[in-house]
């Protein structure tokens, strides 16, 4: 593959028992390819929402926050 999969336990996998923050900044410190780090805090969240729905995650009462600190108070949960 050219890319690493981006949905279900090979992806999440990864994060399992970790908090958001930490694909939040794999994101901001690896993306776009050529151009590291150039992605807005907001463009961050809004790629980890995506990734969120399309791994048909629960949606939460609020918008996901661009703030690496309160993303820490999010963790990854993988089914078992």
Do not use: C, R
């Not at 028992?17 to 900044?25: A, H, I, P």
């Not at 050529?34 to 969240?45: C, D, N, R, Y």
């Not at 980890?48 to 996901?64: Q, V």
């Amino acid at each position: 593959p050219i890319a690493p999969a981006m949905t279900g336990d090979d992806f999440f996998g990864h994060y399992k028992d970790q908090s958001v923050e930490s694909l939040y900044t794999k994101i901001q410190k690896t993306m776009p390819k050529g151009e590291e780090g150039s992605l807005k805090p907001e463009q961050v969240a809004d790629l980890i929402a995506f990734l969120a729905m399309s791994n048909m995650w629960p949606a939460g009462a609020n918008e996901l926050p661009s703030d690496p600190e309160a993303l820490k108070q999010i963790q990854v949960v993988v089914k078992k």
